[in-house]
């Protein structure tokens, strides 16, 4: 079965603090991984996605297949980091592309001053 | 290009009413996806559409759900007297034609359409 997990539902740090917000994954084949995030009042968008390793607004995830995991980081949290992140999967679409996304429940990143 | 639009925003229906959610992909994109997202819970698939077409349906209720996407307009998803239970948030995203692999086909969400059944 494709599940998601994502055991936070808020994450409360301080600005400049570390931030690891969690994801595990269950999944038969090979995957395709994404964090998706939502600021307030905006449409839900992709952070990033496994495949393309790069870092972006400073945030990385790394996806470890032994762990099952794709836990997202950031070194400085700021506070406009404050958002609704929700990690994803995609079953790899040979010739179709990416098709259906399996989400988690979401975790609220909450950055104060 | 405005994005992947959704109307209405918000609709309120009765018990027993028919609700209409409406999806515009961006342009140039022939994939719609459509999500539901109950309270406390995750975007959950529905249904994936191209063109006059439905890939996958995996997602959707056997009963009182169908969705469309014609050659021309929008892609609908259409829920058949409404119960309480299918207050939720409704997402519906695009991505465009597919190439060998599709890599690239990220899906673009719209704003989603929150409907509340009284």
């Known amino acids: 079965a494709q599940r998601v997990t994502q055991p936070e539902k808020l994450l409360s740090v301080f600005k400049g603090a570390p931030v690891e917000l969690k994801c595990n994954y269950s999944?038969?084949?090979?995957?395709?991984l994404f964090w998706y995030v939502q600021y307030s009042r905006q449409r839900l968008q992709l952070l990033l996605r496994?495949?393309s390793r790069e870092s972006i607004k400073g945030f990385t995830a790394d996806l470890n297949k032994g762990e099952t995991s794709f836990h997202l980081k950031k070194p400085f949290a700021q506070e406009e980091d404050s958002a609704m992140y929700y990690c994803?999967?995609?079953?790899?679409?040979?010739?179709?592309?990416?098709?259906?996304?399996?989400f988690g429940t979401g975790t609220r990143l909450l950055v104060s001053p | 290009n405005a994005g992947v639009m959704q109307n209405p925003r918000h609709l309120v229906r009765r018990r027993g009413q028919e609700a209409r959610l409406r999806c515009s992909p961006m342009?140039?994109?022939?994939?719609v996806y459509w999500y539901r997202q109950l309270p406390e819970e995750g975007l959950k698939f529905m249904v994936y559409l191209q063109k006059e077409n439905i890939i996958d349906e995996s997602g959707m209720p056997k009963e009182r759900f169908s969705a469309e996407f014609p050659k021309e307009g929008p892609s609908i998803l259409r829920i058949q007297q409404v119960v309480r239970g299918d207050s939720a948030a409704y997402f519906c995203?695009?991505?465009?034609?597919?190439?060998?692999?599709?890599?690239?086909?990220?899906?673009?969400f719209g704003p989603g359409t929150r409907l509340t059944v009284l």
């Open positions: 995203a695009s991505s465009p034609l597919s190439g060998q692999g599709g890599w690239n086909n990220e899906q673009f």
């Open positions: 496994h495949i």
């Open positions: 994803a999967l995609s079953g790899r679409g040979m010739n179709t592309g990416f098709q259906k996304l399996v």
């Open positions: 999944y038969s084949g090979s995957p395709e």
């Open positions: 342009k140039g994109h022939s994939h």
